[in-house]
């Protein structure tokens, strides 16, 4: 079972008031019980570009995958008997990875990667990794938090073709097996959205958080 950390010291802002603007506040800290508190809120951090603020978002339009909506094209799951899947063998490798600067749109740093670790080591976050079996070696592999019913995923990466959609299927596959009922990807992509990830309001995403919650 997850440890409870000490609860937050911090106010955080409404995701039920927020206006149309997806950052919905600014400061604070990334504390176990700050984050846990803003998850549960339907807020996440991301640090404002090229700042050492954090910013607390949550999108006006919020991406989620259907747990039943995943598609798994017939070369995908060709990929997925090549590689095998692993639960929190390597998270903070995977954490690297998914940080790593030359990727696009890199946004981990440090300060992420320390409060994400201490998640993990008080058992809310969690990786998905993809090996290749023929060398043991890690090629892709996802990270999220996972809260009674959600699990918000925050990151993936890939070293070898399709190995983040392996792992994207084996995550699926693990949150129906413990009952997970809600899948948030933030901000919805093409790629995503290939997957089977849709986009609705932060009010939809707000009910069916409010949902999870309660499972």
Request: glycine share 8%.
């Amino acid at each position: 079972m997850p440890i409870e950390p000490a609860p937050t010291q911090w106010e955080l802002p409404s995701a039920h008031s927020a206006g149309d603007d997806d950052l919905v506040g600014i400061g604070a800290d990334l504390e176990p019980g700050t984050l846990l508190a803003a998850y549960r809120s339907g807020i996440f951090p991301m640090h404002l570009s090229g700042q050492r603020l954090v910013g607390w978002w949550s999108p006006a339009r919020r991406g989620i995958l259907p747990l039943d909506a995943l598609v798994v094209s017939r070369s995908l799951r060709r990929s997925c008997r090549r590689f095998e899947i692993r639960i929190d063998t390597a998270f903070d490798e995977v954490l690297m990875a998914c940080a790593d600067p030359s990727r696009d749109g890199a946004w981990i740093n440090n300060e992420i990667r320390v409060a994400y670790n201490r998640l993990h080591e008080l058992g809310w976050a969690h990786s998905i990794e993809c090996w290749d079996p023929t060398t043991d070696s890690l090629v892709g592999g996802l990270y999220g938090v996972h809260i009674d019913g959600l699990f918000a995923g925050e990151s993936m990466f890939h070293k070898a073709t399709d190995a983040s959609k392996v792992a994207l299927v084996g995550l699926v596959e693990h949150l129906r097996d413990i009952g997970v009922v809600l899948l948030d990807v933030q901000w919805l992509t093409d790629h995503l959205a290939s997957l089977g990830a849709i986009e609705i309001s932060r009010a939809e995403y707000l009910d069916h958080l409010r949902h999870a919650l309660s499972s």
